[in-house]
């Protein structure tokens, strides 16, 4: 064997790997580390469980048996894939991979055509039944079978038949892949192989590399990336014995907040019901004939239910009245009734169109420099709801509660609602300073940027915290505040911090509710700031399921090290560097 060239330099199987990195992409939120919080560059753990084998095998004058090893390792070979074979092969599936003699053995025949059902004939006895899937699975392609397996990174190869090829070949004496990882390092670098990435992000890197048995070094200037980074290798990492004590520490704040929420009597009605999901819109003044125009893109809150919310004009203005089990020419109605079209704000008292940008005063740009004359107004530091006087004001105008019977239904908000939504200014406002000090609520300035500034041409919000209204600061506040009391544990701080992550980012004025499957969306559904003009805030009892993360456990025992540090002031010594900086493009650079 050759230890001075990696199998990565020689070969590569690419198309496979592309495959199965497609595969864990499409898993959404059923991938390993999705459950910590988003990060949008996050590498496929395939692709770094590949990338790295690659670069500690060794080469030898066998180049296809080089391949059949590095595969067999990967679980991507023939009998890799069998094994992680997790779902029977269907019948229709089956049906396409054979033959139209072996279709009039195994499936019913219909007609004087000859069509045949997609069923398996009367009488066909098991072990003909499992000849017929055998033959479809090896004549299926390698996208095919992978519908049917699980990721190789869920999989653990303890085959000692496997094993026994593997180590003839290499001269090992693993019967795992963290063993064959570190005899590998140990043969090429005289010491277990340190894998270091200076851009960590999401954490894939560190993370798989510890999970294959390397010491790892990580880094990245971004703290959210070092929380992540940490999160992956402790928590992700951890036994299954201390995710237990850490999901009951999420438990135990939970339990607080909800019982402090409670007292607060700011989420139940009269009726002992309690919320689930309120409605917020914005509403301004129609330049034209002064009424107050409620602003929505739809009127239509749940296609599945049938509700509505239905513009009721009076002197002035508009109410809002909300209507459920409406027939299908009342919710196209309602849908017509919208009061944002293609950039312009529509009254429905006057019949006449504004530009939202008019509505907002822009007046282009100043001399030569290249921002935009703001005409809203600009936030101030200690403001979380606007002025009487701003052009775009806030309105609730609608609640989904739940019933003691579970059943949900939406309203209007009653006096009592609105009362209750003036008690959460209160309270907020009591505690505003403090919590700002504390680090509670968000204190800092938005910085300037092509996404960031939308926020202060398009609304005014000036301070990181104007995203996010009343009801959604106080609920977020206090739960930073149960975890700095109730955290003994830096794990639990960290837990409490991924999870705050979560309820955030499904907590702001940036999430639209989606009238299709009637919930919330998720704040970072793309990478844009979208300003709305409506947008929806869960109770606590639908921030549960943001708060209780969830993501896959597994073992390992490998050294690690993270730091927040900038890259050019790295000294710590790794055996190899597995990274993806972005740098910038030399001016000769065309492509």
């Known amino acids: 064997m050759n230890y001075n060239n990696s199998f990565i330099e020689m070969q590569f199987p690419v198309s496979k790997v592309s495959k199965e990195s497609y595969k864990e992409r499409k898993a959404g939120s059923g991938q390993t580390l999705t459950g910590l919080g988003k990060w949008w560059g996050r590498k496929p753990l395939v692709l770094v469980r590949a990338a790295l084998l690659g670069l500690l095998l060794p080469v030898s004058d066998e180049p296809k048996k080089d391949m059949d090893i590095f595969l067999k390792i990967m679980s991507m070979d023939e009998n890799g894939l069998l094994n992680r074979k997790t779902k029977s092969i269907s019948a229709k599936d089956a049906f396409v991979m054979l033959t139209t003699r072996e279709r009039e053995q195994c499936f019913e025949c219909t007609g004087q055509t000859q069509r045949f059902a997609l069923a398996w004939k009367a009488g066909i006895t098991t072990t003909e039944k499992v000849a017929a899937l055998e033959k479809a699975w090896r004549r299926m392609s390698y996208d095919q079978k992978l519908t049917y397996c699980m990721r190789p990174e869920e999989y653990s190869n303890k085959n000692p038949v496997v094993w026994k090829e593997i180590n003839a070949h290499l001269g090992t004496k693993a019967a795992n892949l963290q063993e064959l990882i570190e005899q590998l390092g140990v043969k090429k670098f005289g010491h277990k192989a340190v894998v270091g990435d200076c851009f960590c992000g999401g954490g894939s890197v560190p993370f798989e590399a510890a999970r294959m048995g390397c010491d790892v070094f990580a880094s990245d200037l971004n703290p959210i990336a070092g929380l992540l980074t940490w999160s992956a290798l402790n928590i992700a990492g951890a036994s299954d014995e201390k995710i237990a004590k850490l999901r009951e520490f999420q438990q135990k704040v939970y339990d607080a907040v909800d019982k402090q929420v409670s007292n607060w009597s700011i989420e139940i009605n009269e009726n002992g019901d309690r919320a689930n999901s309120y409605l917020y819109c914005n509403e301004t003044t129609c330049p034209e004939?002064?009424?107050?125009?409620?602003?929505?893109?739809?009127?239509?809150?749940?296609?599945?239910?049938?509700?509505?919310?239905?513009?009721?004009?009076?002197?002035?203005?508009?109410?809002?009245?909300?209507?459920?089990?409406?027939?299908?020419?009342?919710?196209?109605?309602?849908?017509?009734?919208?009061?944002?079209?293609?950039?312009?704000?529509?009254?429905?008292?006057?019949?006449?169109?504004?530009?939202?940008?008019?509505?907002?005063?822009?007046?282009?740009?100043?001399?030569?420099?290249?921002?935009?004359?703001?005409?809203?107004?600009?936030?101030?530091?200690?403001?979380?709801?606007?002025?009487?006087?701003?052009?775009?004001?806030?309105?609730?105008?609608?609640?989904?509660?739940?019933?003691?019977?579970?059943?949900?239904?939406?309203?209007?908000?009653?006096?009592?609602?609105?009362?209750?939504?003036?008690?959460?200014?209160?309270?907020?406002?009591?505690?505003?300073?403090?919590?700002?000090?504390?680090?509670?609520?968000?204190?800092?300035?938005?910085?300037?940027?092509?996404?960031?500034?939308?926020?202060?041409?398009?609304?005014?919000?000036?301070?990181?915290?104007?995203?996010?209204?009343?009801?959604?600061?106080?609920?977020?506040?206090?739960?930073?505040?149960?975890?700095?009391?109730?955290a003994e544990r830096k794990e639990e701080m960290v837990v409490g911090m991924i999870s705050a992550n979560g309820i955030i980012d499904r907590g702001s004025k940036l999430c639209r509710w989606d009238s299709g499957s009637e919930k919330q969306q998720q704040t970072f559904y793309n990478q844009a700031f979208n300003t709305l003009f409506d947008w929806t805030t869960r109770a606590l009892d639908a921030i549960r399921s943001a708060w209780f993360f969830d993501c896959k456990t597994t073992n390992n025992n490998s050294q690690t090290k993270i730091l927040l540090s900038d890259a050019r002031n790295l000294t710590h010594p790794c055996d190899l560097w597995l990274t993806d900086p972005l740098m910038p493009m030399l001016s000769t650079t065309t492509n």
């Not at 606007?386 to 019933?403: G, H, K, N, V």
């Not at 239904?409 to 009653?414: D, L, M, Q, V």
């Not at 700002?436 to 005014?460: N, W």
């Open 289 to 486: 004939c002064g009424y107050v125009v409620p602003l929505s893109p739809s009127w239509v809150i749940g296609k599945g239910t049938m509700t509505a919310a239905m513009l009721v004009e009076y002197s002035g203005g508009f109410d809002i009245e909300i209507k459920s089990g409406l027939n299908s020419k009342q919710m196209s109605e309602a849908d017509e009734m919208a009061t944002v079209k293609s950039g312009s704000m529509y009254c429905p008292h006057c019949k006449r169109s504004v530009p939202v940008s008019a509505l907002r005063k822009d007046t282009g740009r100043a001399g030569n420099l290249s921002s935009p004359i703001y005409g809203l107004r600009q936030w101030g530091k200690n403001e979380f709801v606007p002025q009487d006087s701003d052009t775009f004001r806030e309105r609730l105008y609608c609640i989904r509660y739940i019933d003691k019977n579970g059943k949900r239904y939406y309203i209007a908000p009653t006096a009592a609602d609105l009362a209750r939504e003036q008690r959460v200014v209160e309270l907020l406002s009591e505690r505003f300073g403090e919590w700002q000090e504390k680090g509670y609520v968000p204190v800092s300035e938005i910085e300037a940027g092509d996404e960031t500034s939308r926020l202060l041409r398009e609304r005014g919000w000036k301070y990181w915290h104007q995203l996010f209204n009343p009801r959604q600061l106080l609920v977020h506040g206090l739960f930073m505040q149960k975890i700095e009391e109730m």
